[in-house]
Structure formats: structure tokens, C-alpha cells
């Protein structure tokens, strides 16, 4: 993906980085061919890092984000990230879902769901990487905007709340682990069932935590 988008974008993103006010579709391009970045970085004169690509690009796309549809180049990276996370790139995944979580506070705000499923995004990176700490922090952000948002009884709420308690699980925090696994629990049985597939996922998850617990 990250090769596809590298060749069939590097122009625009040359066009977009010069002088990125100039037009709207470039800087769009220029967006979705952030998740090549780490393919297409190397053949960009003075721009030897993401972070001075992204300083350059940075003041365009918050200008013209507001009044743009940007979800199509908003899923593309989305899609790029969980390639890369398929790959068990983790490390771009997790830069590439980072800079989705800054363009979905701009475009969407701090307490919209779309932010929130990128927040989710980036907080399984971490998990995947052990990160506890930092996964921990993230889906506490993600079960404070679903609840905000959707309600205390929603299934992505609880959905959040399981991976709270699997990163909690991993700093041997079981105590907290079980209870937000019991919440989502609580959620998941009368929305969904106790059959349904996402209900024994959150049986399971509960089982590991005091099994690990020793209970």
C-alpha cells in the first residue's frame, strides 16, 4: 500500500509541501500520501524526517480541513496503519495512527467518536508493543468520549473498556482489569447476548485477568 501510494503521489506532495495553500486536491493527496511516508521520505530534498513533513504540511491542512471532506484520506491512512500492523510493523502503525488521532481532533473535535475510534487505533498499537502504560492512558481517553458521546451502555463503550482492562491487565493491575472487564460484561450480555462472539471475548478476557490473579 505504502509503495502504491509513494509512486502514484510523490508529485503532489512535491507541489503540496512547496506551496500547500495553493490547492485544496493537493494537499488532500498530499494526506493520503502521508501513510507512504516512510517509503517515499527518503526522495524528498530537505525533508529528511516525518516531523519536518509534517511541520510543512501541518498549517495547510488545519486551515483547509474545516471546510474539506477529508474521511476518504482519513481512512486510507487508517487502512495503511492496519497493514502495517498486519505486517507486524507496529512502530509505523502506531505513527501513522498518531497522526490520524491529530487531523481527527482538528476535524472532528476531542469528544467526537471518530476521534475516539482513532485514539482505539493507536492504543492497540501500543498494547501490541507492550506499551501498557501509554495503551492504558489512551483507552481511558476512549471510554471518557464514548461515554460522553454514546452512553455509559453502549457496545463501543464496552468495547473500550475491554481494552482497558487488557492493558491494565499487562501492569498487573488485576483488580482494575476484572472491573472493567465485569462492566463491559454488563454492556455486552443484554445488547448482544451471551452468545454472541463479542460477549466470549469478554468472558475470556475476564477469565485470563483472574486466572493471572490466581482466583
Same mark, same amino acid.
Given at each position: 500500500?505504502?509503495?502504491?501510494?509513494?509512486?502514484?503521489?510523490?508529485?503532489?506532495?512535491?507541489?503540496?509541501?512547496?506551496?500547500?495553500?495553493?490547492?485544496?486536491?493537493?494537499?488532500?493527496?498530499?494526506?493520503?500520501?502521508?501513510?507512504?511516508?516512510?517509503?517515499?521520505?527518503?526522495?524528498?530534498?530537505?525533508?529528511?524526517?516525518? /516531523?519536518?513533513?509534517?511541520?510543512?504540511?501541518?498549517?495547510?491542512?488545519?486551515?483547509?480541513?474545516?471546510?474539506?471532506?477529508?474521511?476518504?484520506?482519513?481512512?486510507?491512512?487508517?487502512?495503511?496503519?492496519?497493514?502495517?500492523?498486519?505486517?507486524?510493523?507496529?512502530?509505523?502503525?502506531?505513527?501513522?495512527?498518531?497522526?490520524?488521532?491529530?487531523?481527527?481532533?482538528?476535524?472532528?473535535?476531542?469528544?467526537?467518536?471518530?476521534?475516539?475510534?482513532?485514539?482505539?487505533?493507536?492504543?492497540?498499537?501500543?498494547?501490541?508493543?507492550?506499551?501498557?502504560?501509554?495503551?492504558?492512558? /489512551?483507552?481511558?481517553?476512549?471510554?471518557?468520549?464514548?461515554?460522553?458521546?454514546?452512553?455509559?451502555?453502549?457496545?463501543?463503550?464496552?468495547?473500550?473498556?475491554?481494552?482497558?482492562?487488557?492493558?491494565?491487565?499487562?501492569?498487573?493491575?488485576?483488580?482494575?482489569?476484572?472491573?472493567?472487564?465485569?462492566? /463491559?460484561?454488563?454492556?455486552?450480555?443484554?445488547?448482544?447476548?451471551?452468545?454472541?462472539?463479542?460477549?466470549?471475548?469478554?468472558?475470556?478476557?475476564?477469565?485470563?485477568?483472574?486466572?493471572?490473579?490466581?482466583?
Amino acid at each position: 500500500i505504502a509503495d502504491a501510494y509513494a509512486g502514484a503521489a510523490d508529485v503532489e506532495l512535491l507541489t503540496a509541501v512547496r506551496d500547500p495553500s495553493t490547492n485544496a486536491a493537493k494537499v488532500t493527496l498530499a494526506i493520503r500520501a502521508a501513510a507512504a511516508v516512510p517509503v517515499s521520505l527518503a526522495s524528498i530534498p530537505g525533508l529528511e524526517s516525518i /516531523a519536518a513533513l509534517e511541520a510543512r504540511l501541518s498549517p495547510a491542512i488545519e486551515g483547509l480541513i474545516a471546510s474539506l471532506d477529508y474521511d476518504s484520506g482519513f481512512q486510507e491512512i487508517a487502512n495503511a496503519a492496519a497493514a502495517l500492523s498486519r505486517q507486524g510493523r507496529e512502530r509505523d502503525a502506531a505513527r501513522l495512527r498518531k497522526r490520524l488521532v491529530r487531523l481527527r481532533l482538528v476535524s472532528a473535535g476531542p469528544d467526537s467518536p471518530d476521534t475516539a475510534l482513532a485514539i482505539s487505533g493507536l492504543a492497540l498499537s501500543y498494547y501490541r508493543q507492550d506499551k501498557f502504560q501509554q495503551a492504558q492512558l /489512551a483507552y481511558e481517553q476512549v471510554v471518557e468520549i464514548r461515554i460522553k458521546a454514546l452512553g455509559s451502555d453502549h457496545t463501543d463503550t464496552a468495547f473500550a473498556l475491554s481494552g482497558l482492562g487488557r492493558a491494565l491487565e499487562g501492569l498487573a493491575r488485576f483488580d482494575e482489569a476484572a472491573d472493567c472487564h465485569r462492566r /463491559a460484561l454488563a454492556i455486552l450480555e443484554p445488547a448482544l447476548s451471551d452468545r454472541h462472539p463479542d460477549t466470549a471475548v469478554s468472558y475470556r478476557d475476564l477469565g485470563c485477568t483472574l486466572y493471572a490473579q490466581g482466583d
